[in-house]
């Protein structure tokens, strides 16, 4: 069974400071996507990553892709309270026809 | 862009009846829309996957005849619930996508509907 496990599961942080949350997985996944939850919102698609060893980056997060396609980072600069969310890193299953999430990192902001 | 609605964002319904939320991608055609329910602080779990024009694959422990799913076009997708009890309150998100392979696409959200069973 794939599974993706995020770490850590909370954080609470200061307005400014940096962070980085965790995917891992003991399978090799094609691709992983990484989704920003707001309460009471859907999830908001912030990035996929295909290639192993990739680094992409949309503004303060970088995202990087491991190089056996196992694991994901998602690193954020200065973090500010509209970063606040539960962030989901996620991952087509094998053959591709549904889609594995990890159980997110809930992420307070505080400024 | 890649729109997802979904209707009604929340909805309160006394136990016993039945409750249709409808999601709609607005400027795609979505091949697949997938269902999932969320409960408080925690992930999505998938319910469904609906393919237009075919019948629903039902996740294991998801009762087909209590959620029952609609693909028919390529715009919309309903999740009726049926006979509702107090243990279906949840957040319920649709989501769409281009192909019937997760693995060459992504996924686009609604912005979910908050069920109420009173």
């Known amino acids: 069974t794939q599974l993706l496990e995020q770490s850590p599961q909370f954080l609470s942080i200061q307005e400014g400071e940096n962070l980085t949350v965790y995917c891992n997985s003991s399978s090799v996944f094609s691709s992983l996507q990484w989704y920003r939850q707001e309460p009471g919102e859907g999830p908001v698609l912030l990035v996929t990553?295909?290639?192993?060893?990739e680094v992409k980056k949309l503004k303060r997060l970088t995202f990087q892709f491991g190089d056996a396609r196992k694991d994901s980072s998602l690193h954020i600069t200065a973090a500010q309270p509209g970063d606040t969310g539960l962030y989901l890193c996620a991952g087509p299953n094998t053959g591709g026809f549904k889609t594995i999430f990890g159980a997110g990192t809930r992420l307070f902001v505080k400024a | 862009g890649a729109v997802v609605s979904q209707h009604p964002s929340w909805v309160i319904c006394k136990s016993g009846t039945s409750v249709k939320i409808e999601c709609r991608s607005l400027?795609?055609?979505?091949?697949?829309m997938f269902w999932y329910r969320q409960f408080p602080k925690q992930s999505l779990m998938l319910m469904a996957t609906?393919?237009?024009?075919?019948?629903?694959?039902?996740e294991q422990g998801v009762e087909k005849d209590k959620f029952l799913i609609n693909h028919a076009s390529l715009t919309l997708s309903t999740l009726t619930v049926t006979s509702a009890h107090p243990e279906d309150s949840s957040f319920y998100i649709c989501?769409?996508?281009?192909?019937?392979?997760?693995?060459?696409?992504?996924?686009?959200f609604g912005p979910g509907t908050r069920l109420t069973v009173t």
């Open positions: 990553v295909v290639t192993g060893g």
């Open positions: 400027d795609f055609q979505a091949t697949t």
């Open positions: 989501s769409a996508t281009r192909s019937r392979l997760a693995s060459s696409y992504e996924q686009y």
């Open positions: 609906s393919n237009e024009g075919s019948k629903a694959t039902y």
